[in-house]
């Protein structure tokens, strides 16, 4: 019972958090997915009104159906456009949502003006509600599902509101659709209120995922696929904004004979020791990732050349923080080796940084290990 009430106050705490820069890049993608997928159902919408006249429609309203076509072609272009710019706009999710939502509520309406059951009865375009809850689960953004049930929730009511007090009851009885009855509303509403949540699990889960596999499981730090993935966007706030990135590429010494001595278990330990160690240096937005077995990438905001200052005053205190093994063995000082490399100077791109991080931790390696290095020889 304590635990099922726990992970609903996670659920519920992760949903309203700003997701993560990469759980943001992942939804930029998806909000692109959802753009393109706008776009080739908004050309199906065009053909609605051309069917329609075949089928002998009054001319009024083939205009106003090829018009409101148009419109909404044009709006999607203009989506498509700015979901290309990736995470360049914050809001566009919200808009695209909003106008996802609104866009059914207006068809509805309109249907209203013509036939009052239309509105409470349509199948058809009421699950565009649905539908915009659901695609709101490819943008990785729990606040978003959140808002964007709540406001379909929120129109539709209110649409059902206005029917029911304004139409004369004598309307609300329609060939084409039937009999417009509360309770039928009521459960509308519900099956809103169910997709939204279910969406919102969705969402919860899919982050739990991306997170998963972007952490490592001995000491919860970043792997390498988190790596790999958050580099290139922290490389174009970079360019964008100006600011110092070095990275350090660290390495435990001799650990296999560490292993060898204290058993995997306390070698694991030793592990983590070394990782609170590293973590007390760090500057806010810093980060610390394991990238292999006993291999670590740090990423600091800061000149190479105070990075290499600050790394060497962490190596020199290693020597006064011995890590006790818990077998009772001799307490053991974890010693490593580091390499720098300066964005851009040493390297544009990740593999490029990589490579000259890792030249220079041979170097220390091959002079005896213990060191920092932050040149070619
Ligand atoms: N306990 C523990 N050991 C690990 C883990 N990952 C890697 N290792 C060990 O780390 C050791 C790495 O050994 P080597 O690559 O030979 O390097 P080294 O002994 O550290 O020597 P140098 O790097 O040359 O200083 C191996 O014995 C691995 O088993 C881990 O998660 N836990």
Known sequence: MLASMQGL????????????????????????????LRALLSLLILAMPLIAALGGAKSSEVVIGLALAVFVNLMAQIWLALARRQLRYGWLPYATGTYDVSLTTLVLVLLALGDPVAATNSIVVWCFYLIAIAITALRNDGRLTLYVSALALLQYALLVAVVFSLAPHETLVSIDYGTASIATQVE????????????????????????????????????????????????????????????????????????????????????????????????????????????????????????????????????????????????QVITFSGGLAAFPVDGGHVSALLGSADRRLQLAKRDGRNRVVARDA
């Open 9 to 36: 106050k996670d659920l519920v705490a992760r949903l309203l958090a700003r997701p993560d820069e990469i759980m943001l890049s992942l939804g930029a993608g998806g909000e692109l997915l959802v753009a393109r």
């Open 188 to 331: 509308r509403l519900l099956v809103i209120l169910m997709m939204g949540l279910l969406t919102s699990v969705i969402v919860y889960r899919m982050q739990r995922l991306v997170e998963m596999s972007g952490n490592d499981g001995l000491t919860g730090l970043p792997n390498r696929a988190w790596l790999l993935q958050g580099m290139p966007r922290m490389f174009e706030t970079i360019r964008n904004d100006g600011g110092s990135l070095t990275l350090a590429l660290l390495d435990l010494d001799r650990f296999k004979r560490i292993n060898d001595e204290i058993g995997h278990r306390d070698g694991d330990r030793a592990i983590r020791h070394f990782v609170a160690a590293v973590n007390e240096i760090l500057q806010e937005k810093e980060r610390l990732v394991r990238i292999g077995g006993q291999e670590f990438v740090v990423l600091m905001h800061c000149p190479i050349g105070s990075a290499w200052e600050r790394l060497d005053r962490l190596r020199r205190s290693m020597g006064d923080r011995p890590f006790l093994p818990e077998s009772g063995r001799d307490p």
